[in-house]
Every structure is written in C-alpha cells, then in structure tokens.
C-alpha cells in the first residue's frame, strides 16, 4: 500500500491500522505507509504531574526537559550533535495526566535514529551542568510567566477547582519547588513511570511491522514490567458560581471559566460533545461566538471546550474583554449557558453540530503526527482501532431528546466557577 | 523568538505554522487565469482532503497612511457577507461540510483558507469568488468587528510588555518604511477606521490580478484549473495589478537601543534586529547566505549563539537566531536571548556583540555548515507531510515576489552556500549601525 488512508471514511479507518506486537510485551498501533519517506512516532506514558511528590511540584516536566540533554556515552552537546546532524525531531512534553514523547525522522536515517531515541529513553544521563541548564530555562519560563494573564488566570482557576487535588497544583512547578529538585527525583521518577504496562504507542510511515517489532525490543525491552503509580483520585469542578479576582494593573480582564463536564465513558458523552460545539466550539458558529463577538463586540477569543482530564471531566471556556465591559461578556456568557440548558438545542442547531463534527474528524488525520497522536490518544482512553470508524456513529446517533438532556447535565443551572485577572467592572470575588 | 509575522482572525483555530523556507516538490503546477489570477496545484493523493488558500497580494505594509491596521481590519470583515450569502452563510455552510476555516494577515499578504473534504472544493471556491468582488459592509458588522479588532490588539499588546518592546523595536529599526508600524494597527487609527476605509481598501486590492489561489490536496490540476475559470475565472479584470508603492527605509547610519521597563517584568530579556534583504530584495545567493548564517548563528542547541552564550559562558538560559527571509522589502534578522539569574543585560547585550563578531570573524566550521545545512533541507522533506505547510510555502513566496521555481529550487541553492559566503554575509549584514537592541526590564528602585 503507497498511501495512508486511514482517513478514507466512509469505508473504515480502523483496517488500516495494524496492532504490532513486539516480543518485549508492548503493542504498538501502526499506519504504514510509503507516501512520504519519513517515520513518525508518539507514545504517551501515565504519570504526568499528578505523580510529582509534594514539594517536588514541576519534576515530570523537568524530566521532559532533560531526557534529549544527553544519554549513554553523549553529553548533552554530543547528543544535541548527533541528533541535528540526523535532522531528527525528538520532544518530550508532561502534562498533568501523563509524559508523552515525539519522535520523527527520514526514513533513511531510521537506524541511528532509533538508537538515539533509544538511548534517551533508556540511559538519559542528567548530567549536573545540563540539569541546571534545564532548571535555570523552566525557571526563566515562569517568571516570563509570572504576570501573565493567561497564565494567571489558569492558575487561580485550578487553585478554586481543584482545592487540595493535584490538578491544583503547577506542572511545571513554582520557583521553590524547581530549585529542590535533584538527579535523584529524575532518575526515581523515571523508573516508576517508564514501564511496558504503562505506554501507548503509535507509528505512522515507512517501515514495515517485522522491523516496527524489532525497533520497539531495543527501545523498551530494559523498561520495568509494572509501573510504579501513585493514583490519582477523581474529582469534580468545585466551586461552582464563585468568583475569583486576581488584580493586575492591563486593560483587558481575561476570564477562566467552567463547571462540571461529562466523561467519556457516560452514555451521555456524545450527545454533550454535540452540546459543547453549539455552544463554545468550532470557530464562528458557536452561540458564545455570536452573542460575545458578531453581535456586541466584546470579545475576540470565546470559547468552551470539554477539556480532557483523566479524572476529571470539564467544561472549560475563556473570554478576554475590556475591563469595563467584563461584568456584561460574563452575564452574556451566563445567560447563554442558562438559556441552553433550559431549552437545549433547536433540531436545527443539532443537525448542523453533527454534520461539523462528523465531516471534519477527517481533519484529524491528515498529517502523520496527527495521525499517530490520535492513535495514542485512542489507546489512552481505552478503546480499540474500531472506535476511529464507531466514533462518527456516536456521534450520528445523537437524538434531539439525547442533546436535551446532556444540555440540562453538562450546565444545570448555568453557574460558572469564573477567575478573572485585570480590574474587571462588573465582577468581584465572592465564594 | 515571539514575533508576529502574521496575525489570525481567530485564537482558537491555528495558523499554520509559517515557513521556514521552501519545498523541492515536482508536480506542482502553475496556471495563470485569464483575469491574471494566479492558480498553484500541489498535489497530496494520501487522504480525500484538500485545502484551499486565496492570498492577496497586500498587507499592513500597503495600509494607507493615518488608516494602520485597515488589512487587518477588513480581513475580519470579509466574513460579513455579500448579497447573495449573508453574513454567517459562508462560515455556516463550510461548518455544515465538516470544514475549518480562518484567514490571516501579515506585511505583505492577507490570506483565506479552508480545510475541507475534497468533493466540497468546489462550493468554496464559488463562496470564496462571491467575496472577492460582492463584499457587502453595514455600520451594524463594522463597528461591532472594530471593537473585536481592539480587543484583539489588548490581548496581543497592551496586556502585554513584551509585546510593547517589540512594537517600539519594529517601530525604531523601520522609521520610514511600513514594516514599522504594527501588522493589526496603532490603538488611535484603530479607532478611526470607517466602513468607507475598509470599502476604498477591498476596492483597491482585491481583484483577480492580485489574487493567487492556491490548493493543496488530493485532486487533479486540470480539474482544479476548470474549477477556477468557473468560479474566479468570472471575475472581470480590473485593470494592471494594484501597485505597492511603500516609501524606502534609508540606509541604516546609528545602533539603536530601546528599553522598556515595566513592574509586570519578572525575567528581563535581550534582543537585537538587524535589518537585511529578503528573498525578493536580496543579490543572487544573499538570501541563502543568510538563512545559513541564522541557522548556525541561532538555529537550535547547537548553534553558536547557544553553545557560547548558555554552555560555556553560562550568561543565558537561551540564545538564538532566526531570519525572516519571506518578505517584499528588505526584512529582518532576529537575536535574542534570555539572560541566567544574576546576569545583567549589558553584560549579556556583549556577550552578543562578542559571539557576533566572531561569526563576521571567521568562517564556521565544515561540521557546522553541514549540521545547518542537513536541518533547513530535511525540513522542507518534513513539510511534504503537510499539505497546509505546503500550501502555506507557496502562497508565501509568490505573494512575496517569489516564483515557484524559486520554491523548486531552494534545497538545491541553500547545499551550495559555502563557509566562505556565511562569513561574508554575517561581516556585510551584522553590522551594529543596522540594528535596534531592545532591553526588556522589571522596574527597579535604583536609577539605572
């Protein structure tokens, strides 16, 4: 096969995908195909922030940071070297939930380059001057961050979310806490979180599965059998309908909001997909979009999204507005969300929310990044190769009645845990 | 590096990334329509997608003078409407067909996309034509859209010092040419702008003779070429392509430096711009020369500028170099870097100067040369996995005076640059008289 098509809906994506099973345990999803002479590679590990001891907040993400700055007989410049005379792209990235990987190269250099990727992933050699270099960069990154907006009222909305849960607390870490972290806590972390029950991996490109196979004993088969995790509890939204000021001398309020959403294991799930589109998603279609921007103005980014903790399920939007209109963008946004809930979508909101997320799900697909990211994500929610053509039908089989009744779940009474940071007119802090 | 080479319509859905350089493709095809709108085929058989770009040949760069921020401005409000679809009806019905869609705005260029499946393409390309010449604006759309348009350049700038010093930093290194005033416009002339502003704009610049559309995806030329003289091709010529007629930037004559000071900077940062030629300005190779000399100058952990600075000499946290080659006039290099805890900005600020001259100095090294060589020319082999990137590359170049022998032929010209020209390049175009040097600082007690 010359082309990857995965995509060739209406047929079937999932036959297009092969499961390849390596002798060390691990099974990869695979897409091969000969289009473009590269391979592409995502994996995902569990064990994001949510597993940084206390006091140690930001170490999942340092240990993002330092597995590319040298490994087995490289110093990090020798690495560094070594990987930009492959042209290899090679990332790594913590989020709360989990440590993901990226790993691309031309197909030609396949073989140097999956032992450089091995070797990050087996002997990272955290050597002191590089571990500070990463430090003193993260560090650098927070305090760029320290009086932005954004970042701030991110911050202030997990502090009132997620009061005593670890998603209040910081991936990358505060200040105090980056400082405190050793060689020790990489090399701990490490071993806890790298182990073969642990990884979700996806292969897009030219290589066939026998070598697929043999590529993935060198690079996991000196992991662990088991992970070593500390669970995480499940947790819901708190706080909602309080509010939370952060004052910041710029004239511009920027608004965190959200409440409880739907996980994607409730039969409800879908048709709330459909209930978020109509009212916070896509780009110019939305009610949030209409009522904030195209008629009054006040915005030019607002939007909702079901956001996609592990153990959490959300709604989550955003609004940046004047100071001295963000008491009306808040009411407006709140009104929107009552109004939804009380009467749902018109069959004709449903009908056109169905037709956007069915027909561009393709778009998904259209890269091999893309490709092997959605393929890592379908593992990590625990589905098989099938869900990519059973999804569509998901999401086709939501009735009006269905989206009624998600709409009344997903926003109760209309109430919104907001943070808002500026001098916001309109809003003060209650709750 | 946080500069804005081009602004999107909106925040949520992503612009493609802009190009670094260019792609070796071989079957792209090229047609020009009768009216003079150009038509670029690059064909991507891997899935039944296609995207769809129309580039204008305009940008902030030919806004009239009073009226900044007028391309910007009627790029958002294309969406409102023409007669025959009403305002919503385009976006409505793309949404309806499972496709994306956004629009940006640079110097030189204000582009239209979508993403969509390919048996829809012709349906755009017919509500994409309707636009070009049926634009319909009411006081009712503009003014609403004006006040989205300042709260865009609130959330981009004025929440935002570092933001600011890079307005000061264009403002300062550009003082007659266009280039120096922001892409989305001065709050003041914002403010102004009137729906007669953006109409007398539409009027002047979007014609099929300065038009290219640019489609990337799983379909056939000559199919697409039909398409086109159906669609576009029914737009009557206006006349000879709109001119850009921008006043010249004078020779550079003193270093500059700026310095913005605010009690919302936590970590200080360094940056210096240099003004050089661009792809279209430049003399047969210069270009290439100096996308090399970026590359090993500030391209990644193993350039110069991050080997010495944050490695050995420990005075940053991080260092680069990036050149901003697509552009009409003469562009752009960027250095900026991140100083270590402790270390003040002058310090650093000659650290720079040091790591400069050298590289003006002497010729980098084979091993040097080739590691920036390998990179720039595998990432135009990653883009073909990109049909966005591709598209994206194309549309670039020919709105900036490029043509698609140009792109073809960019990997070829980048593996010919010798040592001996990144030297040249560096000692001819990294002169201190042609830069600005922009200081980002917290407020401090002390008079500094």
Known sequence: ?431 | MESIAAISLTPNVAAPAPAPAAHAATAVSHFTLENGMEVVVIPDNRTPVVTHMVWYKNGAADDPLGKSGIAHFLEHLMFKGTKANPQGAFSNHIAELGGQENAFTSYDYTAYFQRIGKEHLATLMRFEADRMHNLVLTDEVVLPERDVVLEERRMRTDNDPSAQLDEAVQAALFSHHPYGTPIIGWKHEIETLSREDALDYYTRFYTPENAILIVAGDVEPHEVLALANETYGAIPARAEPPARRRPKEPPPRAERRVTLSDEKVEQPAHERLFTVPSYATAEPGEAEALEVLAHVLGGGPTSVLYETLVEEEKLAVSAGAYYLGSALDDSRLYVFSTPAEGVELETLDAAVDRVLARVAASEPGAEALQRAKTRLIADAVYAQDSQVALARWYGEALATGLSVKDVASWSDRIDAVTAQDVRKAARKWLDKKRSVTGFLLPVTNAAA
């Open chain 1, 1 to 431: 096969m010359t082309a990857h098509n995965v995509v060739a809906a209406p047929k079937s994506r999932a036959e297009h995908v092969q499961k390849v099973s390596a002798s060390c345990g691990v099974e990869a999803w695979l897409v091969e195909s000969y289009a473009v002479p590269l391979i592409s590679l995502e994996f995902s590990v569990r064990g994001g922030a949510s597993q940084d001891p206390a006091g140690k907040e930001g170490l999942a993400n340092l240990l993002a940071g330092t597995l590319d700055e040298g490994a087995g007989d490289l110093d990090s410049r020798a690495f560094h070297r070594a990987i930009e005379d492959l042209a290899i792209h090679l990332g790594f990235n913590a989020d709360a939930d989990s440590l993901s990987g990226h790993f691309q190269t031309l197909s030609r250099n396949a073989p140097q380059a999956f032992q450089l990727f091995a070797q990050a992933l087996n002997a990272p050699r955290f050597d002191e001057d590089a571990v500070e270099r990463v430090r003193g960069q993260i560090a650098a990154g927070l305090k760029r961050e320290a009086f932005d907006p954004e970042t701030m009222a991110g911050k202030a909305f997990r502090k009132a979310a997620f009061a005593g849960h670890a998603y209040a607390r910081p991936t990358r870490g505060e200040l105090s806490t980056v400082e405190s972290l050793s060689r020790r806590d990489l090399g701990a972390l490490r071993a806890r979180v790298f182990a073969r029950d642990n990884i979700k991996i996806a292969v897009v490109g030219a290589i066939d599965a026998a070598t697929l196979a043999s590529r993935l004993d060198a690079l996991l088969s000196g992991w662990a059998d088991k992970a070593d995790l500390v669970a995480t509890p499940d947790t819901e939204i708190a706080s909602v309908g309080a509010r939370k000021v952060v004052d910041l001398d710029v004239p511009q309020a920027t608004l965190r909001f959200g409440r409880p959403g739907l996980a994607k294991a409730d039969p409800d799930y879908f048709a709330a997909v459909t209930v978020n589109h109509i009212l916070g998603g896509g780009a110019f279609t939305s009610r949030l979009f209409n009522e904030v921007r195209e008629k009054r103005g006040l915005a030019y980014s607002v939007y909702s999204q079901l956001h996609e903790y592990d153990h959490c399920p959300a709604l989550l939007g955003a609004a940046a507005t004047k100071n001295e209109r963000a008491g009306e963008t808040l009411d407006v946004i709140e009104a929107q969300c009552r109004e939804l809930s009380e009467a749902g979508p018109s069959a004709e909101e449903l009908d056109k929310a169905k037709k956007f997320l069915i027909g561009s799900y393709a778009l998904r697909f259209d890269t091999s990044t893309k490709i092997a990211s959605q393929l890592v994500r379908i593992q990590l929610d625990g589905y098989d190769p099938s869900y990519l053509d059973e999804r569509n039908r998901r999401i086709e089989a939501v009735t009006l009645e269905d989206a009624k009744r998600a709409a009344k779940r997903l926003l109760g009474d209309g109430r919104l845990l907001v943070a808002a940071v500026g001098r916001p007119e309109g809003i003060a802090s209650r709750g």
